[in-house]
């Protein structure tokens, strides 16, 4: 076969495969023959020469595509095995000096992603696992409650101050009717085994200045529980939470018996008994179910907040911007236990110490005189603020005990309403409570309780210092699970917390009378 035949066979195999053409297979040829237009064999002469196109127009090609074809490979036939063929190196495989490296040993993965969900290709790491279950935002629960109160001052002794309840803003002697106390939706829920989420914003505020207008909404809860394991025995609370001290500071106004807590124990957390903060809960497993049985099973428990706890926060208050650098810090330790008849009693001590700032405001002291503003108020000067306390309670089954008593030192004015100073305090509470279960008419818990308190009432204005004495009367009837009744008196003796700034006005009175309030919550 001459050479322009081998040049049109192999253009006809090229423009058939087209830009790719997959190889023919080998042309054979017997061992010693020469490939067309290579040199013979040497000492023989190479053939004639033929004609070519560019002598015979007639014998011309048409122009071969520019795509590279797949070379054609050549067998040489008597070979010895192993013989590389013409075409060896050209395809760029691998041979045995330079083996051909496959997908399987790239690595992929480094030493956090040993698995083959986890490579450089993957669309999901560690913390982002495909096919998760359900969706964090489809595990949440929505609840809350309201409460609706009708107060009325029946009682009141003229010479003195007017009527003042710390707990309770709609106690004024001038214009009490029907109000709304409290206004929450909760939001909470546990995102996944190592988050849970509660927010909890209260729609009933009274702006402290002189606005008439009312109802504004203000964040209670916004915090986040890190569980350091799954059984949730460890976690850390962070965000805006309830501090750890008093039993009945960390009860929820849901389900507290009397309609407000009281001034001993919650002037150590008042605002709103809440604060930024950070703060460490433990909680054994079988403690865990105890203290949601408390609250559940309707026998008032005060919820989880660790057999064990402690923390830092601002120290300003809840709803309190802070004013200083000073981290106030707290710890609990509490201990609920069941006795052989089914009877729960718990006990605990609590303790808290820090530095707080007092915000001032003008008066006339004694109602004598030039306004002032006393001094030690304002600016970023702190006090120290330090409590103890002891916790006793034996939860209403029926019957139902609870006391509690705490000793300190904190900011409060000197008698010449001067100047606020670093004085003493002590006081508490004692209450029972009976609690009957009917088979028809919901339950009917009726209770008595007194409080005495004598210190400084730090969260108000010129930190107020005075005693406070009070018996509270009243009845609790939860008709439904879903709604209850509270009427309750209380025959009150305490220093008003007022600043008064007009001529011949003292502030600081006391006031000494009786109150009326009626209470109806619905519960959702």
Excluded at 184 to 204: K, T
Excluded at 390 to 396: A, D, E, L
Excluded at 456 to 478: C, I, K
Aim: proline share 7%; no cysteine.
């Amino acid at each position: 076969m001459g050479r322009l035949a081998w040049a049109a066979a192999l253009t006809a195999l090229t423009l058939t495969g087209g830009a790719r053409a997959q190889a023919p297979p080998p042309v054979q040829m017997p061992a010693g023959a020469q490939v067309p237009g290579a040199a013979g064999p040497r000492g023989l002469a190479k053939p004639a020469p033929t004609a070519t196109p560019a002598t015979d127009p007639a014998l011309a090609i048409p122009p071969v595509p520019t795509a590279v074809a797949t070379p054609l490979p050549v067998t040489v036939l008597g070979a010895p095995a192993g013989t590389p063929s013409a075409a060896a190196g050209s395809s760029g495989g691998g041979n045995a000096e330079n083996p051909k490296t496959t997908e399987a040993d790239k690595p992929l993965a480094d030493s956090l992603h040993q698995d083959d969900n986890y490579g450089l290709k993957a669309l999901f790491d560690s913390l982002h696992p495909p096919g998760k279950s359900k969706p964090w935002y489809e595990k949440l629960n929505v609840r809350g409650y309201t409460q609706f109160r009708f107060t009325r001052t029946l009682d009141q002794d003229l010479r003195g101050g007017d009527p003042n309840i710390l707990g309770d803003r709609s106690v004024n002697g001038s214009a009490e009717n029907i109000s709304i106390r409290r206004a929450r939706f909760i939001l909470f829920g546990d995102v996944s085994e190592h988050l849970g989420i509660y927010a909890q914003p209260d729609f009933a505020n009274l702006p402290t200045s002189d606005s008439s207008a009312t109802f504004f909404g203000q964040l209670r809860d916004l915090y986040g529980d890190v569980y350091l394991d799954k059984e949730k025995v460890h976690r850390l609370r962070v965000g805006l939470s309830k501090v750890p001290f008093g039993f009945e500071n960390m009860q929820s106004s849901q389900n507290r018996t009397p309609l407000d807590r009281t001034d001993p124990i919650n002037t150590a957390v008042s605002p709103n008994e809440r604060d930024l903060g950070v703060f460490y809960y433990w909680t054994p497993v079988e403690k865990q179910q105890l203290l949601r049985d408390l609250v559940d099973g309707g026998l008032k428990g005060s919820g989880n907040y660790g057999v064990f706890g402690f923390g830092v926060y601002n120290g300003q208050g809840g709803s309190q911007v802070e004013k200083n650098l000073n981290l106030h810090a707290v710890a609990r330790v509490t201990w609920p236990f069941q006795l052989s008849d089914g009877q729960v009693v718990e006990a605990s001590v609590q303790g808290y110490t820090g530095e707080v700032v007092v915000s001032g405001a003008e008066i006339r002291p004694l109602g004598v005189g030039d306004l002032i503003e006393p001094d030690g108020t304002g600016g970023t000067r702190g006090f120290r603020d330090q409590r103890v306390a002891g916790t006793f309670v034996w939860y209403p089954q029926p019957f139902g005990f609870q006391a509690e008593w705490s000793v300190g030192n904190g900011p409060g004015l000197n008698a010449a309403q001067t100047e606020v100073e670093l004085r003493s305090l002590h006081g508490g509470y004692l209450m029972a409570m009976y609690r009957h279960d009917t088979p028809e008419y919901g339950i009917v818990t009726p209770y008595a309780r007194w409080q005495y308190f004598r210190g400084g009432y730090r969260s108000a204005a010129n930190a107020p210092f005075g005693t406070h004495e009070q018996w509270d009367l009243g009845v609790e009837w939860q008709i439904r699970r879903e709604m209850e009744l509270v009427v309750e008196y209380s025959l009150v003796d305490g220093v008003t917390l007022g600043a008064k700034d007009r001529e011949g006005a003292r502030s600081y009175k006391q006031f000494d009378g009786g109150i009326l309030r009626l209470q109806f919550q619905v519960n959702y």
